[in-house]
């Protein structure tokens, strides 16, 4: 149980681009998911996190208008990287959470490569 | 905010020896600390967790302590394999709460030669 999935696993878009990233949570309703970024060797930086229904909340220095998020139901959550460029390439996780409940379980994360 | 400190950053070990990784936060508030697994290029794993009103937790080789009072938290792991080599990340929240969003380690490296 507990299986959270991304879609797509890679992706090479061209600067200028958008580029939608899935994340469902396939046994469980997730009332909150979480996105984050993560860069070779370091840790994860939470980007957002986002409960379903409601607007998402940003941390601070992740433009809001850059990284659409979108939480329309309790099995998917999407974010949406919009005009990318370059130094946007990274691995982006997602993660999912039950309400009230600690556990939080991740996808297996999506490599955005922009050229 | 919460902060979290683990150290070492990399560890290496030889087949069958026992591995520590230590972690300490800084909110008293935090009452969940649960332990990631991560593989090059794969998203993180729970692998063991420990709530604050409990002092040690077993999972087969791997085990975690907590102790609250010094706010510090150590994953080991005994009779290590190769497959155990990975990045390992801690982390700290307020389980339960509505945010419930994780703080955490900077990560370690673990290496495991045969």
């Known amino acids: 149980g507990a299986v959270v999935s991304q879609h797509p696993s890679w992706v090479i878009c061209k600067s200028g681009t958008s580029v939608k990233i899935e994340c469902r949570s396939l046994?469980?309703?997730?009332?909150?998911m979480f996105w984050y970024r993560q860069f070779p060797k370091q840790s994860l930086m939470l980007m957002a996190t986002?409960?379903?229904?409601?607007?998402?909340?940003?941390e601070q220095g992740v433009e809001k208008d850059k990284f659409l998020i979108n939480h329309a139901s309790l099995t998917l959550s999407t974010l949406t990287v919009t005009s990318a460029h370059p130094e946007d390439s990274s691995f982006y996780i997602c993660?999912?959470?039950?309400?009230?409940?600690?556990?939080?379980?991740f996808g297996p994360g999506t490599r955005l490569t922009v050229t | 905010g919460e902060n979290v400190e683990q150290h070492p950053s990399t560890l290496s070990v030889q087949e069958g020896d026992s591995a520590v990784i230590k972690c300490t936060y800084s909110?008293?508030?935090?009452?969940?600390f649960p332990w990631y697994k991560q593989e090059l290029g794969k998203g993180p794993q729970l692998i063991i967790d420990?709530?604050?009103?409990?002092g040690e937790k077993k999972d087969q080789r791997i085990a975690v302590t907590l102790n609250k009072t010094a706010k510090h938290f150590s994953l080991h792991i005994t009779e290590t394999q190769p497959e155990d080599s990975a990045v390992y990340f801690c982390?700290?929240?307020?389980?339960?709460?509505?945010?419930?969003?994780?703080?955490f380690g900077r990560g370690t490296q673990l290496t495991v030669w045969p």
């Open positions: 909110d008293s508030a935090s009452n969940y």
């Open positions: 993660s999912a959470r039950i309400a009230g409940v600690s556990e939080q379980y």
């Open positions: 982390a700290a929240s307020i389980g339960g709460s509505t945010l419930g969003r994780l703080y």
């Open positions: 420990i709530r604050s009103n409990v």
């Open positions: 986002s409960n379903e229904g409601s607007k998402a909340t940003y």
């Open positions: 046994d469980f309703q997730a009332t909150t």
